[in-house]
């Protein structure tokens, strides 16, 4: 983009008219870069090493805050060196949780931007209120004259019930929220079991959900996340106590499914383990005792009305606060801080009446349960733990980074970390070392969910007759519209000759009669027995199902929009093909047809996959 006296920053979904200023896209990367448009996505892909540590530096640096002499950590201190601050959206990162994540990125992009082209005017084509007051504050520190142009209607469609409850004050969305607990109540009836104590004892926190309907029907517990470990720690002597996290699923539809699984299992307790839900343990006492400490966050909460200041980026000149308010408000005394205290409370009641455990597992993927957890668990004297990084470690997951500064921090309120992170593989590895997280602390293990495909490797040749192509879903609502709107364009620009099947991701079903010209078969099955039977994988952003396709060595497609952070596993990934219009989705699929092949590669590039579970069976001391 060259100097220009004028700048026009369009965040509309819609084609901008013909402007002489200098045009900059928002929320797409535009067709192709030229001396007139630009793109904040696109700049923010080409830096985003410099930007993604900007982002890390600002949230340790407000957790670091002073306010009356004291760090914001502090001040969220419940009174046993454990913060309140890390279980925070804000201190979670989650892209998913907090979208306004990305822009908080791009605004730090944007400023850069403008620092090399110094407009002396910008103007700003947007319906967000949040954003104009965000670049208008940017503007005014950079000396740069602003206007914003609010025509047109580019927020999302809300219901008249939404509207209402968004403008709810926060305290009154977090006591609603309350309703939740209530939904749950039946997976009391669930008794707590008596647990396994011995020695050869291990504990595992799992989510309830990636299950084999065909074997938990019937009494056995099986989960995907986990597949072969518990047989190889049933093997090798151990008794496994389980605390599940239920949620709904296809699989998994309602809690009375759910209760009648972890009974039968309970019934063969030497084979499956024992299990109880989480919300078992809830009470009307324990119910109070979350309501009391959430009050004491409303408390702290009025202490720090006037932190607005404080979410200044340190060295540049932009303003965070009005895309993390809400963020702020949910974890202080909103629907997040409520959840956050049922979390402390009920796991604090299930580590202090379990036998001592000595060893403990649990999914990683930093959420702030698992800062309830680990501080249960060392509050009431147990072992060591053990974070299982389970899945994949995309680059703007920002869940799984931190700042340097926190992971190494010491003394009281800090960041709770497991005593060993294992990762199932090198680029897990690499992602978590490369981003400072403590190397004596990361542990490798087999991929336990991705063990198929160690025989699914194989070399691949194009079949004859149709291109078979295999759409793997992802749960969020955006992105998989996003996909099927670009994939029911592609197909008209296509010559006859490919079928398109579409696998959902279990925790969203995707209502296809919005796609009526997309003709589309539907599945349900594993990806150990699909893959095996197609040519090629279109991936919608964030799944993680992308990766077994490539490991598997289909070419794969992903889409992505400059709407949303490129959240794929596959982002810088050799071979990987990453499309944003529909004429680059026919143009990647014909490409494919026309003999494209996949990139080679090996799963250890990926994954460590040796059946024999070596690095488990040293991990866990088993013989």
Request: charged share 20%; proline share 5%.
């Amino acid at each position: 983009m060259t100097v220009s006296a004028s700048l026009v920053v369009w965040d509309r979904d819609d084609d901008p008219p013909a402007y002489s200023e200098q045009l900059l896209y928002w929320r797409h990367y535009g067709q192709r870069e030229s001396e007139s448009v630009s793109s904040v996505p696109r700049y923010l892909e080409e830096h985003a090493d410099r930007l993604k540590k900007k982002y890390l530096a600002f949230i340790h640096e407000l957790g670091e805050h002073r306010v009356a002499s004291r760090r914001l950590i502090d001040h969220l201190d419940a009174g046993d060196g454990f913060s309140f601050w890390w279980m925070t959206l804000l201190a979670e990162k989650s892209p998913f949780k907090s979208p306004r994540i990305y822009d908080c990125l791009r605004l730090l992009a944007l400023e850069e931007i403008l620092l090399a082209n110094r407009p002396a005017m910008l103007t700003l084509a947007s319906s967000d209120r949040a954003l104009v007051q965000a670049i208008s504050r940017l503007c005014l520190n950079l000396d740069i004259r602003f206007r914003a142009q609010r025509s047109g209607g580019t927020g999302k469609a809300r219901t008249a019930l939404r509207k209402g409850y968004d403008a709810l004050p926060s305290w009154l969305q977090g006591m609603l929220s309350l309703r939740h607990s209530l939904r749950r109540w039946r997976l009391r009836r669930v008794n707590i079991p008596h647990w396994y104590s011995a020695a050869k004892a291990c504990f595992i926190c799992s989510y309830f959900i990636h299950l084999d309907p065909g074997q938990c029907a019937q009494g056995k517990f099986h989960s995907r996340q986990w597949e072969g470990l518990p047989k190889l720690l049933r093997d090798g002597g151990r008794l496994t106590n389980w605390i599940q996290l239920f949620l709904v699923s296809e699989v998994v539809p309602d809690a009375e499914t759910g209760i009648g699984w972890v009974e039968a299992f309970n019934r063969d307790a030497a084979n499956q383990g024992l299990h109880v839900f989480l919300e078992s343990y809830l009470t009307p006492a324990r119910v109070m005792r979350a309501l009391r400490m959430w009050l004491w966050l409303v408390g702290v909460k009025r202490r720090l009305r006037n932190i607005q200041s404080a979410f200044n980026v340190n060295g540049t000149r932009v303003w965070l606060w009005p895309m993390l308010r809400g963020d702020w408000h949910a974890s202080l005394n909103g629907p997040v801080a409520m959840a956050n205290c049922l979390w402390v409370t009920l796991f604090d009641e299930a580590l202090a009446t379990m036998p001592r455990q000595h060893q403990g597992l649990y999914l990683y993927e930093n959420q702030s349960w698992e800062k309830a957890l680990l501080r249960a668990w060392r509050r009431h004297g147990h072992g060591e733990i053990i974070g299982v990084q389970h899945a994949t470690v995309p680059y703007w997951h920002l869940y799984y980074f931190d700042d340097p500064r926190s992971l190494g921090a010491d003394g009281i309120s800090t960041l709770p970390l497991p005593d060993r992170l294992a990762v199932n593989g090198g680029v897990a590895w690499r992602a978590f070392a490369d981003g400072g997280y403590p190397k004596e602390k990361l542990m490798e293990v087999e991929a336990l969910r991705y063990l198929y495909l160690y025989e699914a490797a194989a070399d691949r040749h194009r079949r004859s007759g149709p291109l078979r192509v295999l759409v793997v879903g992802d749960m969020i609502p955006a992105s998989m519209r996003n996909l099927l709107g670009l994939l029911q364009d592609a197909a008209r620009l296509i010559p006859a000759g490919y079928e398109f099947t579409l696998k959902p991701h279990p925790g969203y079903a995707v209502d296809l009669g919005g796609f009526p010209d997309l003709t589309i078969a539907e599945t349900n099955e594993s990806l150990a027995k699909l893959l095996g039977g197609y040519d090629v994988a279109l991936a919608a952003n964030s799944t993680s199902a992308a990766v077994d396709a490539y490991v598997a060595r289909l070419p794969v497609i992903v889409a992505v929009d400059g709407g949303s952070l490129n959240l794929s596993p596959l982002r810088g990934r050799p071979g990987a093909r990453f499309v944003s219009t529909s004429q680059e989705l026919a143009d990647a699929l014909q490409s494919v047809a026309g003999g494209f092949a996949a990139h080679d590669r090996r799963h250890e590039d990926f994954f460590f996959l040796s059946p024999d579970l070596q690095r488990w069976r040293r991990l866990l001391a088993l013989s």
